[in-house]
Every structure is written in structure tokens, then in C-alpha cells.
């Protein structure tokens, strides 16, 4: 049974930092290309960025420069580190594994 389960959510202010976490059971992780999405109010999912198993990392245009994906293939977990975050940026993050796995997901509010 895989299970993705994200960590690291909450409030913060305009221009401060998160880091999420998701940790993954139930797949060959370190053969397994992993990504993050999010779901803001109103609007469709999207791709916010991706690892690939040795490491290529992509990223939607609108988080380049401000957003760093990583993985850590012996803790099973892979990370979105968010800085100089914006309002826009507030949505639902969800865990993604090999485009087909997906975690509940977990709030982000981006608000003073």
C-alpha cells in the first residue's frame, strides 16, 4: 500500500519560508520520480516542481529562483523548500510519485 504524507504546512507572512516534507511508503523510492503540485481556491492543479531519481529537478516558471526541491533517498522523503513566499502562492501542496501516487495535501496560507 503506498502512502505519501506531507509535512511542514501553515501560515506564514509574505516574504517568509516553509519547507515541506513528504514521506513515502509502499514504493521503490529511489526509482521513483517524485513531484509536488498544488490546488489553489478556484483554480486547477498544477505542477510545481519535480525530481527526477538522479536528481533533475524542473519547476513551474512562477517559483524558479524562490522554490528548491530535494529528495533524501534513504529517509524515503522528498522536500519543497519555499522562500520569499507571496500571497499567491497559497494553496493546497500535494505529494506526487511517479505521476500517480498522490498525499492528501497540506495548506499553505501566504498571508500578513
Known amino acids: 500500500q503506498v502512502q505519501l504524507v506531507e509535512s511542514g504546512g501553515g501560515l506564514v507572512q509574505p516574504g517568509g519560508s516553509l519547507t515541506l516534507s513528504c514521506a513515502a511508503s509502499?514504493?521503490?523510492?529511489?526509482?521513483?520520480?517524485m513531484g509536488w503540485y498544488r490546488q489553489a481556491p478556484g483554480k486547477q492543479r498544477e505542477l510545481v516542481a519535480t525530481?527526477?531519481?538522479?536528481?533533475?529537478?524542473n519547476y513551474i516558471d512562477s517559483v524558479k529562483g524562490r522554490f528548491t526541491v530535494s529528495r533524501d533517498n534513504a529517509k524515503n522523503t522528498v522536500y519543497l523548500q519555499m522562500n520569499s513566499l507571496k500571497p499567491e502562492d497559497t494553496a493546497v501542496y500535494y505529494c506526487n510519485a511517479d505521476m500517480y501516487y498522490w498525499g492528501k495535501g497540506i495548506l499553505v496560507t501566504v498571508s500578513s
Open positions: 509502499g514504493i521503490v523510492f529511489d526509482a521513483t520520480r
Open positions: 525530481i527526477s531519481t538522479y536528481g533533475r529537478r
